[in-house]
């Protein structure tokens, strides 16, 4: 799996939106980019993933740049409780039964 | 989507006992599930891979007899830590694949070990 590169910690205030970039210039072309977060104590939680195009579903957006080598999950409206630490993954396409490796993520604040 | 339950949430024992610790996916079935373990202000690491029907697969540096895992059922993996001291005290978490085939997890709670 590719290496991702993120910020160790970001601040947004409650209400506005929160960019979360991630490094990942060494993907290859079948890799997909997934996100997750994890909420202090809890289980890490899916939140979207993407190949080239970018995807929005209830929980955020996904943009991925056209030579695919960085992308920035958007939670268009941060509230407090999504607090969390932020994973950036690449992993292979087709591997349903390969764990996930996690890198140290972001450290996200929600301010209110 | 995909439900992983896992139990007990949190658990402190004795030094030199065994904890066993429970995942099941709930409404799937997984062949495989993955075992994690978190130090407090780190991130999740990868222990061993369960595999229904035989034998785990182990990280390397991961003790496979300290650290029992059987998969006996399309629903349920559990983790023994067996022998326990205080540096075992972590976070233990659970993971299953879904049945599509994109890569995404699905995990459990958590289960807090402390050892005293």
């Known amino acids: 799996d590719a290496k991702t590169t993120q910020p160790p910690s970001m601040d947004c205030a409650e209400g506005r939106a929160a960019n979360l970039p991630c490094n990942h210039s060494?993907?290859?072309?079948?890799?997909?980019v997934y996100w997750y977060r994890q909420i202090h104590s809890q289980g890490p939680q899916y939140i979207i993933h993407?190949?080239?195009n970018n995807e929005t579903n209830e929980m955020a957006s996904l943009i991925i740049t056209e030579d695919r080598k960085s992308s920035t999950l958007i939670l268009p409206h941060a509230t407090l409780r999504d607090t969390a630490v932020y994973y950036c993954?690449?992993?292979?396409?087709?591997?349903?039964?390969?764990?996930?490796?996690f890198g140290s993520g972001t450290r996200l604040q929600v301010q209110p | 989507g995909a439900v992983v339950s896992q139990h007990p949430s949190w658990v402190i024992c004795k030094s030199g006992t065994s904890v066993k610790i429970e995942c099941r996916s709930l409404?799937?079935?997984?062949?495989?599930m993955f075992w994690y373990r978190q130090f407090p202000k780190q991130s999740l690491m990868l222990m061993a891979t369960?595999?229904?029907?035989?034998?785990?697969?182990?990280e390397q540096g991961v003790e496979k007899d300290k650290f029992l895992i059987n998969h006996a059922s399309l629903t349920l993996s559990t983790l023994t830590v067996t022998s326990a001291h205080p540096e075992d005290s972590s976070f233990y978490i659970c993971?299953?694949?879904?049945?599509?085939?994109?890569?995404?997890?699905?995990f459990g709670e958590g289960s807090r070990l402390t050892v005293l």
């Open positions: 369960s595999n229904e029907g035989s034998k785990a697969t182990y």
């Open positions: 060494t993907i290859s072309g079948n890799e997909y």
């Open positions: 993954i690449v992993t292979a396409a087709g591997t349903g039964r390969r764990a996930l490796t």
């Open positions: 409404d799937f079935q997984a062949t495989t």
């Open positions: 993971s299953a694949p879904g049945t599509g085939n994109t890569g995404e997890l699905f």
């Open positions: 993407g190949l080239k």
